[in-house]
């Protein structure tokens, strides 16, 4: 599986730790890890190039012209930490597999870590619940073993006891335990009205706990600048939304009067 990755670069890291994010809802997963790998400056190390893991869009246009189709990929980084705690290895893929491929791309991407010394693995995914877009995001979590569970917990607001996460931010964990890799998953909540929406302020809340857990320091005032910016956003929407389903229940000509003396 590994000759399904291109390397660049070759680099010797020490402890890594694997951070690995697909699309989801709520962008929570990529633009967490995304955001961390480009605040350290992680280097490009290597892609995982497939095309039989991906559908392929449709054709994208540019002045006019159909350009070239650009098969989906996902891009291994790594950061060096230089003091006494592990390194960092990031995997962002660009889009999620389709349905069968899960597997092999789970597998391609974590033997691919392990070939680099990963033995822990960690994901990102969203939490759906009914708070606002105002209010703040809750982290929850879930591991693949208890003794990691009590040792990420205390850094997160709620246990993720029972549920599904879907995708590949879920996958790659279960697929990371069967080959005998321990890691864990942090959700960030998001209002279940806004899953299709961009959610910076769960992903600077993610952030802030793996941080902690893994005792970095970034500055997040970047994401949190975008979640005020989207704060307002989803006003916009919400009202766009409701302006657009009193337009649909008035009558039309063809309904008749809504009263008739």
Known sequence: MTSRVREFSQTGLREPVLLAA????GHVALQAFAFLQESLGAGHLAVLEEPEFFQLPGAVIEKGLVQSARVPQGSFSSWRCGSGRGDLLFFIGDRQPVPGKELPLAQAVLEFARKHGVSRVVTSAAMPTSINHYQPSRVWVTATHRDVLREVSPFCHRVLEDGQISGMNG??????????MRGFCLLGEIPFYTTAIENPKASMAVLQALTRVLDLQVDLSGLRELAVRTEKEVDRYLLELQSQQEEEKKPTDSEGPTTVH
């Open 22 to 25: 697909w699309p989801g809802m």
């Open 171 to 180: 996958l790659l964990l279960a697929v990371a335990r069967r080959k005998g």
